[in-house]
């Protein structure tokens, strides 16, 4: 396990972080520093490839397609690479190497609304055999919140008070994803690219990008693509979807225009439920561990918790 953490923290450090397809500095207090995962599910013969966040020490939440990937057998059983932001998946070509970093599934707890080729309730949380130790030095290994139901009904607050215009303005949104550019045909670098959210429907959320040619990011989702949005200083997760999704196919031509794409919805009402069952039935399992590396992010998920905590005791209440 020591040497496991001591490889990835080396490999992390010999990358610079991108940012809109630019390099930074770690330090710069634009890069958001959650932790990505990286799925190879196939082994040698076939690959799927699709990304998650870690919401815990043993919790990823994904793709449902992805959960159903990982529960097929498999020769090489496939392996979860913990990713830093902005590390080079170079590896995914040596698969030999990339099992070194393998960390079996325990389990899949998969949305019971999901059914085959839905895209609209398609989500799972793995739950890994291993723990995943967080703040191993800084900047490294850090959870994604994820907004229940009042959250939800916050920025569905927002959206009608300020307007379309202003909401727009003021929304600060991101999508995370592996992409091509220029100089590499192949995905091997993790990027974000700046996005406004133009509306959340019932089931999907549109986004316009930013995206330019000067970017050296000529397209994204290759490998999967998440959707995040700030909202009161911490950083919640809108939208996921698979590298198999029919959504994010385009030609690189059309990556190179890419303006507004429409994306399923994170919280659409049957994956709220989904995930408000999950925080209310599996609490002592979601505390997160934290270090003394991240006390404001701490903080800010002990907010988060209490107000949940809250609201389940009075529904208790009244029952």
């Known amino acids: 396990m020591t040497f496991l953490f001591i490889a990835l923290i080396f490999i992390v450090k ?3 972080p991108l940012m809109y397809g630019k390099e930074v500095n770690l330090l710069d207090p634009q890069v958001r520093h959650f932790t990505t995962a990286f799925f190879r599910v196939n082994g040698t013969t076939s690959t799927f490839l699709c990304q998650g966040h870690i919401i815990n ?62 895209t609209l309730n398609d989500i799972a949380f793995i739950i890994t055999t291993k723990s995943i130790n967080y703040c191993q030095n800084m900047n490294t290994y850090h959870p994604i919140l994820i907004m229940t139901s009042d959250h939800f009904k916050q920025m569905s607050r927002d959206y009608y008070l300020l307007g379309h215009d202003e909401f727009q303005r003021e929304s600060k949104c991101f999508i995370r994803s592996w992409g091509r550019d220029e100089t590499n045909k192949f995905n091997t670098k993790l990027r974000e690219i700046p996005v406004h959210l133009l509306e959340t429907t019932e089931h999907y959320i549109l986004l316009e990008s930013e995206i330019t040619g000067n970017d050296g990011f000529v397209c994204w989702g290759d490998i999967g693509a998440s959707v995040f949005c700030e909202i009161e200083e911490a950083i919640y997760i809108y939208g996921i979807v698979s590298f198999s999704d029919e959504i994010l196919k385009r030609s690189p031509n059309d990556c190179r225009k890419l303006k507004v794409s429409k994306i399923p919805f994170l919280h659409s009402k049957h994956n709220r439920d989904f995930i408000d069952s999950l925080f209310y039935n599996h609490t002592l399992e979601l505390d997160l561990i934290f270090g003394d590396c991240d006390t404001s992010y701490r903080s800010r998920f002990k907010k988060h918790k209490i107000k949940h905590y809250m609201k389940k005791t009075r529904k208790s209440h009244h029952i």
Not at 75 to 87: C, L, N, P, Q, R
């Open 14 to 16: 010999n990358v610079s």
């Open 57 to 118: 020490t043993t919790f990823i939440i994904t793709t449902a397609r992805c959960g159903k990937k990982l529960l097929k057998p498999h020769k090489d059983g496939g392996a979860v690479y913990i990713t830093e932001y902005g590390s080079d998946l170079s590896i995914i070509g040596k698969p030999e190497k990339l099992l070194n970093y393998n960390n079996q599934i325990k389990k899949v707890i998969f949305n019971p609304m999901t059914y085959e080729l839905d």
